[in-house]
């Protein structure tokens, strides 16, 4: 077995097997709120609740190990002194098990008409009250020291798609500049709660190869505990991403975690573990859920469908969430069609539990050396609509 | 001990103790899906689901015993053919406990603008697509063996408040009419899916006493296996439904199991109880909770209330569901002002096993002999608003 060890400050990260046909690895990021096989994938819970799910259903049931906040949204609302005086986010929402939090880079540039980026920071109006808010990159590090997470985030800009070449370079120059000044402000000061917190920056450059790689290396260069690669699902096609992930995570040391931000469908996923990526977050499982659409491991599920009004089988038999056994196709469709809240829970649990129970089953494979041959399976049947 | 045992085909009900001070009693009713100490609340599944609760939530955090379907929403949505070919109600929904079914009567009543009354039935259209449909007494019959609860109610008129005396009157009449076509049509069909059904009249007559004790009267005549007590809660003041629901308890067989529709706070089941009600559902506590509004022993809270945002005590320190040791009341509170389908899960949660947690210890102090100083501290305290 080839294992590689190495230790920081604030965490470990572990490679336990490596796959031979594939850049993927099977891995442990140890945190000071537990730990986290690797590849991992974290449900997103951007006002500090995974929306539909009771903590306790995503700890037992879907069997999350560390879950998202976002900071735009925490530090509009509730706001900051509550978290504080709460003790931090994991106190403030009742999760004692691993958090990350992301900069607020990606949800300010989502607010495209309600913001101006400048060298210093990005000024933006709530989404909520339209009041106005000036991020920098010290700022929201000082924010995500404040809301408490065990990783945290750079601030960056991320750039949309399509993106000009120039506009790509000039931003990503940015927010190689921007990391500097996270990562001082970051090293200038000390955990509010008591443990320790880890700062991943970004790998910018849009879909520009030359781009990616001078940005990989600069990232690398600064040889933080783990590495994001972010920029990407926002619009491309799938193989200018896989293009992408490649060639950034041929650069990134394989010694420490890779985090491709807010990626992606199931299918996303595998090809990217075989590129070499440890950590996914995406909305797509909550939000898809909420619409009525379900992920299994046959393929995708529209409960809304008609074809499915009166199948009374389990709502997934091969599922591994109670929910997939307690309740039926038919029923969760009727809940559906009558704008049921129970409907967006059920599928909310099954969605979540499906993502986690992948990246489960891709550490087995790994473990025993048949990810490669599983993954292109599986991809085939998960692209697939029922 | 005062024990009186009265065996029916479809059900039991026992009267294990009753109350020296108040006509409040402690008694138990035996189904085909099993047992309920009464008094009793019994949460709201309007479409076949308590809004924003799982199944083994209900059956295993809130205790529910049993809860209720609506015959109007149900027939409209799924359809009968769906619940049928399910195998009735119990199993479409996945809950193997007792179910009862209202006639859809109150339904189509409070469709005021969209609904003809006639002798021979109503006239309505749905709320949800404008589609005519028309229930006699014997449709509703239908309907009900179709859906198969365990217990099923007569199709009646609800009457508003105010109320006219002679429409009062006369609707009364017709109720009465119809409940001799329910109770012909029940009589003469059989149970659909294995086990026996029990019907209930309901007595009417809006705020007449007089009407009221004529009521109780013919609705115990027929000699059903249990009794409702309808068109109360429809807007008149407590007072005035006191006195409407000792009048017509002190007329309806102590024997038998009394069911007041539709009510309604705590403190109205409190009182009701001690007027001799055994059984009692209402919309209120899952309503009020998706509005942020929670029932404790203290008194009632509006989660939304500035009061609370850096609260962290626990969301109900007397509260026995695992959401009031799991959440603080200032997380809560986030989740209502960041509009978390979270908040309403929890809320819903709270508020139903309070109901069921206030019931439970009715019958605690029934069983004891201290109902009525327990009831008159109870009341005092949980009218109030913290």
Request: a positive charge; hydrophobic letters at 35%.
């Amino acid at each position: 077995m080839n294992i590689k060890l190495i230790t920081f400050a604030s965490m470990n990260f572990k490679i336990i097997k490596e796959d031979k046909n594939s850049k993927a690895r099977l891995g442990e990021i140890t945190t000071a709120h537990g730990k986290i096989k690797t590849p991992i994938f974290m449900p997103v819970g951007t006002a500090g609740t995974v929306k539909g799910v009771h903590q306790h259903e995503l700890l037992e049931d879907t069997l999350a190990k560390i879950i998202l906040g976002n900071t735009y949204h925490l530090f509009l609302r509730p706001g900051l002194d509550i978290i504080e005086e709460a003790g931090g986010l994991h106190k403030f929402i009742g999760w004692n098990k691993p958090l990350l939090t992301d900069s607020g880079g990606y949800q300010v540039y989502s607010l495209s008409e309600n913001r101006k980026i400048e060298e210093h920071g990005v000024k933006f109006q709530s989404h909520i009250d339209g009041s106005y808010h000036f991020f920098t990159p010290e700022y929201a590090i000082d924010i995500q020291r404040k809301i408490g997470a065990d990783i945290i985030m750079a601030f960056d800009e991320c750039t949309p798609y399509p993106c000009e070449y120039n506009y790509a370079k000039k931003s990503m120059h940015m927010t190689h500049r921007w990391l500097k000044r996270c990562c001082n402000r970051f090293d200038s000061t000390e955990e509010k709660y008591g443990f320790k917190q880890s700062l991943f920056p970004i790998v910018q450059g849009s879909i520009y190869k030359d781009l990616r790689i001078k940005s990989a290396e600069k990232i690398a260069s600064f040889d933080r505990e783990g590495n994001a690669i972010g920029g990407l699902s926002v619009g491309e096609p799938h193989d200018i991403m896989y293009d992408m992930t490649e060639t950034v995570c041929s650069i990134l040391p394989s010694e420490k975690p890779r985090y491709l931000m807010g990626v992606g469908t199931p299918a996303n996923l595998l090809e990217n573990i075989a590129l070499g990526v440890d950590m996914f977050d995406c909305v797509m499982p909550t939000r898809n859920a909420r619409n009525g659409m379900i992920f299994t491991s046959e393929g995708t599920i529209n409960l809304k469908n008609k074809k499915w009004a009166k199948d009374f089988s389990a709502l997934d038999t091969n599922g591994t969430s109670f929910v997939d056994h307690s309740y039926t196709k038919a029923y969760v469709r009727h809940l559906f069609k009558s704008n049921e809240l129970l409907g967006k829970q059920i599928a909310s649990l099954h969605n979540i539990r499906f993502y986690i129970w992948l990246m489960e089953e891709a550490q087995r494979q790994l473990n025993v050396g048949t990810f490669t041959i599983w993954k292109n399976k599986m991809v085939k049947k998960i692209v697939s609509r029922l």
